[in-house]
Structures are given as C-alpha cells and as structure tokens.
C-alpha cells in the first residue's frame, strides 16, 4: 500500500465534506465535530452524485442529488437503498491527513 499526504487537518472544516483529487480519482473527505477524519470515494453509487457536496448528519452524508444515506466509516448505503463505496484509511500526523491507497 501506498501512504499518500492529501491535506492539512487545519484547512478541514468540521461536518463538511472536501474534494481532493488524487491523480485520476476523485476523494471526499469529512472531518466529524469529534475530529475523526475520513476518505471516501466521491461518487455516490445511485447516480454519481458529489458526495462531498452533501449534507454531513452524524457519521453518515446524504447525496445532494438523491438524498441516499451513506456511512462515512464504512462506505455502505443505508437500507432500503443498496450499494458502496470505496472507503480509504485516514492517518494523521504532525497536523497532515494522509491516506493509505
């Protein structure tokens, strides 16, 4: 695996979601009001929805287009919508978000 610096903790905002892009890929990141910190991918499943654009409730972000309901730590959709997406393990040091690819 590949450890990759994407960010700084400091330019992340709690409970909103940040695009990063990461050569071809596209990640939403999420820093939660408790300072977790998490990566996902930035498509929702449904439509391709910008899942950094949407609104951040607990550990989970609904898709602005659609409103699907998506965990933040494990990337599934919430029932009754199906699906996933790809999730990346966050490590911070020295104030920087990394993430393992």
Not at 34 to 47: F, Q, S, T, V, W
Not at 53 to 70: A, R, T, Y
Request: one cysteine or more; proline letters at 3%.
């Amino acid at each position: 695996m590949t450890r990759m610096e994407i960010g700084t903790v400091q330019r992340l905002s709690e409970r909103l979601g940040k695009c990063v892009k990461v050569g071809q890929m596209e990640l939403a990141l999420f820093r939660l009001s408790d300072g977790r910190i998490y990566a996902l991918e930035n498509r929702c499943p449904h439509k391709g929805g910008d899942l950094s654009q949407g609104i951040v409730s607990g550990e989970f972000v609904f898709c602005p287009l659609h409103d699907w309901k998506i965990s933040i730590k494990d990337g599934k959709v919430q029932a009754p919508d199906h699906g996933c997406v790809k999730t990346y393990k966050v490590e911070i040091g020295n104030g920087k978000i990394y993430i393992q690819l």
